[in-house]
T-cell receptor
Framework: AQSVSQHNHHVILSEAASLELGCNYSYGGTVNLFWYVQYPGQHLQLLLK??????LVKGIKGFEAEFIKSKFSFNLRKPSVQWSDTAEYFC????????????FGTGTQLKVEL | DTGVSQDPRHKITKRGQNVTFRCDPISEHNRLYWYRQTLGQGPEFLTYFQNEAQLEKSRLLSDRFSAERPKGSFSTLEIQRTEQGDSAMYLC????????????FGSGTRLTVV
C-alpha cells in the first residue's frame, strides 16, 4: 500500500521568505508524484507533477519540487513567497498500476504574513 | 468547458436520511473518482470509474455507500441511513485514462449530518 507523509502541518512565513514543504512517500515501485494547492474557499488545483525525466519539476506560480528517489521525497519549494500563497498544500502519490487513484498526505496549511 | 461540477455545494441532513450527490466531469475525461475529505486530513479515495465501469469500490466506507455512473458521463454517490460520522466534504475528480495530466477536482459537496 502507498502512503504519504507531510511533516509540517502548519507553516507561517513572512512575505519574501523562502519555502520548503516536506513530503515523503512509501511505495516500492514506480511512482507519479503531485502537489496540489487549495486556496481558501476554492477547489484543489494541480501545482506540479512528476512522472519521469528531470527530477526537478517546475510548476505554476514559481513553485518547484525535487524528486529524490533514494530518500522517497518530493519536497516543494519556492524561493520567495507572497501573501497570495496562503493556502493548504497537499502532496499526493500514485503508484504504477494503481489505476490513477491518488493517495494524499494530510496537508500543510501555509500562512504568509505581510 | 467549465471543469468538474458538483451538486449540491452544501447538504444538511438528519441522521438516518439518505442523500445523493451528483458529479459532472470534464466531458472528454473517461475516468471519474470520488474522494472524501474530513477536517485536517487529505482527501481519501473512495471509488473510481472508467467510463461506466466501476473499477474499484473496495474503499467505499461501508455498504451504506454506493456510486453509479450509468452512461459513462455524470456520476452519483449515495449514502443511505446517514450517520454523524459521514459529515465531510465529498470530492469528485476526473481525468483521462492515461493520467499524465493529473486530476481535475470539483469544488465538492459539504455534508453535515445533524
Amino acid at each position: 500500500a502507498q502512503s504519504v507523509s507531510q511533516h509540517n502541518h502548519h507553516v507561517i512565513l513572512s512575505e519574501a521568505a523562502s519555502l520548503e514543504l516536506g513530503c515523503n512517500y512509501s511505495y516500492g515501485g514506480t511512482v507519479n508524484l503531485f502537489w496540489y494547492v487549495q486556496y481558501p474557499g476554492q477547489h484543489l488545483q494541480l501545482l506540479l507533477k512528476y512522472f519521469s525525466g528531470d527530477p526537478l519539476v517546475k510548476g505554476i506560480k514559481g513553485f518547484e519540487a525535487e524528486f529524490i528517489k533514494s530518500k522517497f521525497s518530493f519536497n516543494l519549494r519556492k524561493p520567495s513567497v507572497q501573501w497570495s500563497d496562503t493556502a493548504e498544500y497537499f502532496c499526493a502519490v500514485n503508484g504504477a498500476g494503481g489505476g490513477n487513484k491518488l493517495t494524499f498526505g494530510t496537508g500543510t496549511q501555509l500562512k504568509v504574513e505581510l | 468547458d467549465t471543469g468538474v461540477s458538483q451538486d449540491p455545494r452544501h447538504k444538511i441532513t438528519k441522521r438516518g436520511q439518505n442523500v445523493t450527490f451528483r458529479c459532472d466531469p470534464i466531458s472528454e475525461h473517461n475516468r471519474l473518482y470520488w474522494y472524501r475529505q474530513t477536517l485536517g486530513q487529505g482527501p481519501e479515495f473512495l471509488t473510481y470509474f472508467q467510463n461506466e465501469a466501476q473499477l474499484e469500490k473496495s474503499r467505499l466506507l461501508s455498504d451504506r455507500f454506493s456510486a453509479e455512473r450509468p452512461k459513462g458521463s455524470f456520476s452519483t454517490l449515495e449514502i443511505q441511513r446517514t450517520e454523524q460520522g459521514d459529515s465531510a466534504m465529498y470530492l469528485c475528480a476526473s481525468s483521462l485514462s492515461e493520467g499524465t495530466g493529473g486530476y481535475t477536482f470539483g469544488s465538492g459537496t459539504r455534508l453535515t449530518v445533524v
